[in-house]
């Protein structure tokens, strides 16, 4: 049964096309690793929520902060006002970054995170007279969706290329996975570093873009390229981080310190939005200054609002309090040895599981609609995009609800 309050009267959804939209599933509360339906019925849900509830949804702990922050200050200016939360926060982020990432900037959204780093990037070199306006992307990079983060999206095979044209223009390049691609971007750079204000990439695991894997040695190469030209370097860890791929962020796996880093999803748990943009010593003081105009100008009506920061220290509290990292490891080897018989279903180009990240890849476009209300059938939360069928669970999620994801995603795909 439909409730009543569900239509397509005024609500314009995601990534949809309205004309011909379904009605999207009713969820009238969530726990755990379950969503609750209108109908009563439950789904183990295999996404997270776009990756954010890493300890599942509701988790206590965070329930509790969150609730004791709402009665005292949900939120406050972060212009010329200060709060606890915040520089809690900005500090337990600096001792757990790598390297001199201290410098910590708050925002909303994963999209205006980069954003907030393209921009610290292209002023880092303005303020030091010098005009570099691109940067280098990846094929099937994914970074948001607002204006300067489509701009270094994927242009040919992302989501924005009805944009190409409008968009300023970037390179875009491949992933230097080989010693003949290493060379040709060695070469690229020093023929462009004049106009390249940075180089960005999706550490590990390109989310959106298809979950397209590297190895660690990938972000090697690019630190060793970028400093041999003088570049700064740009980890996207919004996906990758907080555990998703097997470590609290990506980079460990590569002993890789970038200049900056972006941060947000599951940074409070996917209990509320913010986001951080952590930048190096050596970029924070190219805007030290006795002039004004020097100065970072941007500021988030909601920068560093207390409610998430609250969310946030209550979710970093669970990496340490609870085995975020074991559990990780823990998925990666169940969806290894699960996902492995998928190979042999019909259309299946290729099976990959990196930490909490599951990907079954398929030989053409998927009906993406329909395997989702196969899904729902089958009592489980897994959405389809492009030509891949992917699971990046709740880190807390118990080996058989686990389990009860990947035998749905085996049946459905053997037409069963």
């Keep these: 049964m439909t409730p009543p309050w569900l239509n397509l009267d005024h609500v314009w959804l995601p990534y949809t096309q309205m004309k011909t939209a379904d009605l999207p599933v009713p969820v009238i509360s969530a726990r755990g690793v379950r969503l609750k339906l209108a109908d009563g019925r439950e789904l183990i849900d295999g996404i997270a929520s776009w990756w954010t509830a890493c300890h599942g949804y509701s988790h206590p702990h965070i329930v509790k902060s969150v609730a004791e922050q709402l009665e005292k200050m949900p939120h406050v200016m972060f212009g010329g006002l200060a709060h606890e939360p915040a520089y809690r926060l900005a500090s337990r982020l600096a001792a757990l970054l790598p390297g001199d990432l201290n410098h910590v900037f708050f925002s909303e959204s994963g999209s205006v ?13 303005l303020n030091q007279g010098q005009r570099r306006t691109k940067f280098v992307g990846f094929r099937n990079g994914y970074h948001g969706d607002t204006f300067a983060t489509m701009s270094i999206c ?8 009805l944009f190409r044209g409008v968009l300023p223009e970037q390179f875009v390049v491949e992933i230097p996975d080989s010693a003949e691609k290493r060379m040709q971007l060695d070469h690229f750079l020093a023929q462009n570093k004049n106009e390249i204000a940075a180089v960005i990439i999706e550490p590990l ?6 979950m397209k894997f590297h190895d660690a040695c990938v972000l090697g190469d690019l630190r060793a390229l970028c400093d041999r030209h003088g570049l700064p ?13 097997g470590t609290l962020f990506a980079n460990e796996q590569a002993g890789v310190v970038p200049d900056i880093i972006c941060l947000s999803k599951a940074l409070t748990g996917g209990a509320v939005p913010l986001a951080a943009t952590v930048a190096t010593s050596e970029i924070f003081n190219a805007f030290l200054s006795d002039d004004s105009e020097a100065a970072l100008m941007h500021g988030p009506t909601y920068m560093a609002y207390p409610l998430g920061c609250a969310a946030a220290n209550a979710s970093l509290d669970l990496f340490v309090s609870e085995p975020r990292i074991a559990q990780a490891a823990a998925i990666e080897a169940h969806l290894r040895e699960e996902l492995t018989p998928c190979r042999a279903a019909p259309g299946v180009l290729d099976v990959r599981a990196k930490g909490a990240v599951g990907v079954v890849q398929m030989d053409r476009p998927v009906d993406a609609a329909a395997l989702r209300a196969r899904f729902v059938e089958k009592g489980v939360w897994i959405k389809p995009f492009g030509d891949i069928i ?11 609800d686990l389990s009860a994801l990947t035998r749905a995603l085996h049946e459905v795909l053997h037409g069963r």
């Design 233 to 245: 370097l740009i980890f996207d860890e919004i996906f990758t981080g907080f555990g998703r791929t």
């Design 205 to 210: 695991v390109q989310g959106a873009g298809g």
């Design 390 to 400: 992917y699971l990046t669970p709740p880190l807390v999620i118990a080996p058989q």
């Design 154 to 161: 994927d242009p040919e095979e992302g989501m924005h290329k």
């Design 113 to 125: 995170a980069v954003e907030v780093a393209l921009k610290m990037a292209v002023q880092f070199w």
